[in-house]
């Protein structure tokens, strides 16, 4: 197995409280692997560990073979695994096309580059209009962020994600808050994005895990339930359990 992202003996203890314990999880390379759980589970903890937002009490965190765990989440970014959370993160007064145009500069390393003049930064536009293409929002190029609807939103932010050339793209809830036709719409989107990526994503909506993963991790209290195809841990008396008891269906 060609193996993207790992992670072994993954531990968080917040003064006593122990929130993610001796998570070991592999994400193979050009797969979308889904980490889910009941409210509660550490899904968040886990996926913040993982993009070091949070260090982690004990464990190591492999990427592409090289040890990350000491890195710092802007150090990561640049190996090439770029995150997006669950708030949404856009400049709202800002076009699509600058918003976009923001993370090709930012990918260049030149702070200046924020300086510069309207014209001069103009040569970042055909580059930031292929990412705009890429999630479909060609029709919304010159639309300000916060006019928007919200699925739409979602679909600019990972252009910007996009737009940073990752290899590896971890998305928290891409789904919160949206409509059935707009979560149809990021749905295909990530399918079509993670051709040439690896995706891991934290997601409520199990009907959206079930049609995109090819892989299935299952956290509860912390620790991992089960892993496998979303067919193997639906039927799993754990996850079972996990879930009836949280309230799901």
């Given at each position: 197995m060609n193996i993207a992202l790992e992670a072994r003996g993954l531990t968080k203890e917040f003064k006593g409280f122990v929130a993610v314990k001796d998570v070991d999880l592999t994400v193979e390379r050009g797969s979308i692997h889904a980490l889910i759980g009941p409210n509660g589970a550490g899904k968040t903890t886990c996926f913040n560990l993982l993009t070091k937002f949070l260090q982690p009490t004990r464990g190591t965190i492999i990427y592409e073979g090289r040890d990350i765990t000491k890195l710092a989440p802007a150090e990561i970014a640049q190996l090439g695994m770029v995150r997006s959370f669950q708030i949404s993160a856009v400049f709202p007064d800002l076009s699509v096309l600058q918003n976009v145009r923001v993370a090709v500069q930012r990918k260049r390393g030149e702070s200046f580059d924020f300086w510069r003049s309207e014209r001069k930064l103009s040569r970042f536009d055909d580059e930031a209009r292929r990412h705009i293409?890429?999630?479909?929002?060609?029709?919304?190029?010159?639309?300000?962020?916060?006019?928007?609807?919200?699925?739409?939103?979602?679909?600019?932010?990972?252009?910007?994600?996009?737009?940073?050339?990752?290899?590896?793209?971890?998305?928290?809830?891409?789904m919160a808050g949206m409509a059935q036709a707009d979560v149809e719409r990021i749905s295909a989107l990530i399918r079509r994005v993670a051709q040439n990526r690896t995706v891991l994503m934290?997601?409520?909506n199990l009907s959206v895990v079930a049609s995109l993963s090819d892989r299935i991790t299952v956290l509860a209290r912390g620790e991992i339930l089960a892993e496998g195809d979303y067919a193997t841990v639906s039927r799993a008396p754990a996850v079972i359990d996990a879930y009836i008891g949280a309230g799901y269906e």
């Open positions: 293409d890429e999630v479909g929002l060609a029709d919304f190029l010159h639309h300000r962020a916060v006019e928007l609807p919200y699925g739409r939103k979602r679909a600019l932010e990972i252009a910007a994600t996009l737009a940073l050339n990752p290899d590896m793209l971890l998305l928290d809830e891409p934290v997601e409520h």
